[in-house]
């Protein structure tokens, strides 16, 4: 038998190899395409399957599309979204412009299975036409926004637990150092004091903000453009496809889609994934400050600040024994980087757009699922492993607290900044306590000075003496 059949399609015959479910256009792309050497998301081919199981019916229930030819097609969808054939999607994530080379592979795979379905030959493409039935009342312009957005929200649910779970235990962290007071820091100097717990209590803060505008970004990835088909006319679709096609893809998803207000905004613009995708960005950023900051306090054990204790979740270095390194604040700085490069893509990609389509669809959502999968997958080790795990050195955090001569500041309402400035001066040439230096001098008694550099005067509660 030979390993090849010849397939046809609008430039002419073509050999495809015999077993394959993708057809001819899907062999001549391939031959283009071969750069970052990785498959297409899973979110995405289950997208755009959920499209073409839509348009079928769709099409069917408008009287364009025979029902066994629609039944056909929604089988092989089904096949798809249950992972069958998922191999013969091999069109990479960066491919022709608009994904119309993805959005070619996913129709002739679709009429390949459908037509294997119904006892025919793959390449039979007079019975099932990969454009002609396949592609019914739709173009890669309209389907690849609209499986943008799908993929994005379909992957949302894990993204949003990895950040809930650090959520969770950056706050379960500042109530358990909620005793353990600090020197804080301003320009990197020592200020004055808190608590572990209010540092932590300000990054689960930042995180949740940024979890917030994440999910505030996705309210419009709802609104999606199909039914504009070319350039957001509706051109080539039967009357009523607009609205048919929205109610099945929503009752397929189970996802609450809606039609863009405007369909040629639909296709000209990439606004609403650009929000989303500087949303992820934001977060990266308060990321980066928190692993930034937990990696200086646990700098050490010896020479550095040492204010926390991290765990071991491997040996730090292959040739100082025993040392230990904030290996996965680390990694989760690359991440963050890479995340915020990508944003930077997708604005670029986003800006380029000409007239009635942005063509760049295909990287921008390469690279936002690409940040989405890296948190996903790593903010769960990061809160497991390191987060959890963190402990308080106490006796170095209140050791720095009492011998940092900015707490001088306490003073200024008893004895004047000018004088205060004099202390601190010379509590750092003599190495002393400023308690010490303020009783000796005579600039306010042993009872009152003790009320001043409370606990809780010290902490922003105020006591009078």
Same mark, same amino acid.
């Given at each position: 038998?030979?390993?090849?059949?010849?397939?046809?399609?609008?430039?002419?015959?073509?050999?495809?190899?015999?077993?394959?479910?993708?057809?001819?256009?899907?062999?001549?792309?391939?031959?283009?395409?071969?750069?970052?050497?990785?498959?297409?998301?899973?979110?995405?081919?289950?997208?755009?399957?959920?499209?073409?199981?839509?348009?079928?019916?769709?099409?069917?229930?408008?009287?364009? @599309?025979?029902?066994?030819?629609?039944?056909?097609?929604?089988?092989?969808?089904?096949?798809?979204?249950?992972?069958?054939?998922?191999?013969?999607?091999?069109?990479?994530?960066?491919?022709?412009?608009?994904?119309?080379?993805?959005?070619?592979?996913?129709?002739?795979?679709?009429?390949?299975?459908?037509?294997?379905?119904?006892?025919?030959?793959?390449?039979?493409?007079?019975?099932?036409?990969? %454009?002609?039935?396949?592609?019914?009342?739709?173009?890669?312009?309209?389907? *690849?926004?609209?499986?943008?957005?799908?993929?994005?929200?379909?992957?949302?649910? %894990?993204?949003?637990?990895?950040?809930?779970?650090?959520?969770?235990?950056?706050?379960?962290?500042?109530?358990?150092?909620?005793?353990?007071?600090?020197?804080?820091?301003?320009?990197?100097?020592?200020?004055?004091?808190?608590?572990?717990?209010?540092?932590?209590?300000?990054?689960?803060?930042?995180?949740?903000?940024?979890?917030?505008?994440?999910?505030?970004?996705?309210?419009?990835?709802?609104?999606?453009? @199909?039914?504009?088909?070319?350039?957001?006319?509706?051109?080539?679709?039967?009357?009523?496809?607009?609205?048919?096609?929205?109610?099945?893809?929503?009752?397929?998803?189970?996802?609450?889609?809606?039609?863009?207000?405007?369909?040629?905004?639909?296709?000209?613009?990439?606004?609403?994934?650009?929000?989303?995708?500087?949303?992820?960005?934001?977060?990266?950023?308060?990321?980066?400050?928190?692993? %930034?900051?937990?990696?200086?306090?646990?700098?050490?054990?010896?020479?550095?600040?040492?204010?926390?204790?991290?765990?071991?979740?491997?040996?730090?270095?292959?040739?100082?024994?025993?040392?230990?390194?904030?290996?996965?604040?680390?990694?989760?700085?690359?991440?963050?980087?890479?995340?915020?490069?990508?944003?930077?893509?997708?604005?670029?990609?986003?800006?380029?757009?000409?007239?009635?389509?942005?063509?760049?669809?295909?990287?921008?959502?390469?690279?936002?699922?690409?940040?989405?999968?890296?948190?996903?997958?790593? @903010?769960?080790?990061?809160?497991?492993? *390191?987060?959890?795990?963190?402990?308080?050195?106490?006796?170095?955090?209140?050791?720095?607290?009492?011998?940092?001569?900015?707490?001088?500041?306490?003073?200024?309402?008893?004895?004047?900044?000018?004088?205060?400035?004099?202390?601190?001066?010379?509590?750092?040439?003599?190495?002393?306590?400023?308690?010490?230096?303020?009783?000796?001098?005579?600039?306010?008694?042993?009872?009152?000075?003790?009320?001043?550099?409370?606990?809780? %005067?010290?902490?922003?509660?105020?006591?009078?003496?």
């Amino acid at each position: 038998m030979s390993t090849f059949r010849i397939d046809k399609d609008s430039l002419g015959e073509l050999k495809v190899p015999y077993d394959a479910y993708y057809g001819p256009f899907t062999v001549r792309a391939s031959n283009q395409y071969s750069i970052t050497g990785q498959r297409s998301h899973p979110d995405l081919i289950r997208a755009y399957a959920m499209i073409k199981k839509c348009a079928a019916l769709s099409n069917c229930e408008l009287g364009t @599309l025979p029902i066994q030819i629609s039944n056909a097609i929604e089988k092989a969808c089904d096949k798809l979204l249950s992972g069958e054939f998922l191999d013969q999607i091999i069109i990479e994530p960066i491919n022709s412009g608009a994904g119309t080379a993805f959005n070619m592979n996913i129709n002739e795979v679709i009429a390949n299975i459908a037509l294997v379905m119904i006892g025919e030959e793959k390449g039979n493409y007079e019975i099932i036409n990969p %454009n002609d039935h396949v592609n019914m009342s739709q173009s890669s312009n309209d389907t *690849f926004p609209t499986a943008m957005h799908l993929a994005i929200l379909l992957g949302l649910k %894990n993204f949003l637990q990895a950040i809930e779970g650090l959520i969770k235990s950056l706050k379960d962290k500042s109530v358990e150092f909620r005793d353990a007071m600090k020197i804080g820091r301003t320009h990197l100097m020592d200020a004055l004091p808190i608590t572990l717990g209010d540092e932590f209590s300000g990054y689960h803060y930042s995180i949740e903000i940024a979890r917030q505008k994440i999910v505030q970004a996705t309210e419009n990835l709802y609104a999606v453009a @199909l039914g504009g088909t070319a350039v957001g006319s509706g051109a080539n679709s039967p009357p009523g496809y607009r609205e048919v096609s929205i109610r099945h893809l929503r009752d397929i998803s189970q996802l609450n889609i809606t039609s863009s207000e405007n369909l040629y905004f639909a296709l000209q613009s990439r606004f609403d994934v650009t929000c989303y995708s500087s949303s992820i960005r934001n977060l990266a950023v308060e990321l980066i400050k928190l692993a %930034n900051d937990l990696r200086l306090m646990a700098s050490g054990p010896t020479a550095g600040l040492a204010e926390i204790v991290i765990p071991a979740v491997h040996a730090g270095s292959s040739i100082m024994p025993g040392k230990i390194n904030p290996s996965l604040a680390e990694c989760l700085n690359m991440i963050c980087f890479n995340v915020i490069g990508n944003d930077v893509a997708v604005a670029m990609a986003s800006q380029a757009g000409q007239f009635e389509l942005n063509v760049m669809l295909p990287g921008m959502l390469k690279w936002i699922l690409e940040s989405m999968d890296m948190l996903t997958n790593f @903010l769960p080790v990061f809160t497991a492993n *390191f987060l959890s795990g963190i402990q308080a050195n106490v006796d170095k955090l209140s050791g720095y607290v009492y011998r940092s001569p900015v707490l001088v500041t306490v003073l200024n309402p008893y004895i004047g900044y000018v004088k205060a400035s004099e202390i601190y001066k010379k509590a750092l040439e003599t190495n002393r306590n400023v308690r010490d230096i303020v009783v000796e001098e005579g600039l306010m008694n042993a009872d009152d000075v003790e009320k001043v550099f409370s606990r809780s %005067n010290l902490m922003g509660k105020t006591e009078k003496v």
